[in-house]
Structure formats: C-alpha cells, structure tokens
C-alpha cells in the first residue's frame, strides 16, 4: 500500500474557507481511485498547518491523478481558490513502516 502525505501552510485567517474548498477536491480526487484516510489541523505547534494523509494505488498516480483532475474545469475553479488560501504545500509519497499495524 503506498500513501501519500500532503502538508499545507494555510495562510492566517483562511482555514475555514481552506476546509470548505477540501470538500470538493476530495470528491473529485476520490472518483479517481484516491482515499482520503485523514486530515488534521495542528492545535500545538505551526498555526493553521494542515495534513492530510491519503492512500493512493501507487506513486505513479500522483502525477497521473493530478495531471488528469487538472483538465476539469470544476477542479482548476477549486484549484484556483486553493491558490488564496494556501502559502506552502509538501507532498511526500510513503509505505508504511515495519512496526505499524
């Protein structure tokens, strides 16, 4: 199983509105074979710091998913208002360790 790590820097004031965008791109990256595990909001620590943990069938399709969702005119709106809220966004493609359950 291969998971992908998205850590985004959201700029003050914008969660909320950073959260009510999420709702949309989740759908729409969903359909296209994406789960959304988690998603947190650091309460200790680097304010309005968001991550979400998703697990994807390979690292491949982090390109191949983003590239694809990126010709839909319905993503690039939600991508666009993303764009006003997020100052800094990390991706990192992941196994789970040895130790995890």
């Known amino acids: 199983m291969v998971y992908l790590q998205a850590t985004l820097k959201i ?9 009510q965008v999420m709702t949309g791109v989740v759908q729409i990256l969903e359909e296209r074979g994406w789960k959304l595990l988690a ?3 650091n ?14 069938p390979d690292a491949n399709s982090v390109q191949d998913v983003l590239g694809a969702v ?8 939600l991508a666009g208002r993303l764009d006003d809220v997020v100052e800094e ?5 992941m196994t789970k360790a040895s130790y995890s359950h």
């Open 39 to 41: 998603a947190y909001q």
């Open 11 to 19: 700029h003050q004031g914008k969660v909320e509105k950073f959260c």
């Open 70 to 77: 990126s010709q839909l005119p319905a993503f690039r709106e």
């Open 89 to 93: 966004e990390v991706l990192q493609v």
């Open 43 to 56: 309460i200790i620590g680097r304010q309005n710091t968001i991550v979400d943990i998703w697990e994807i």
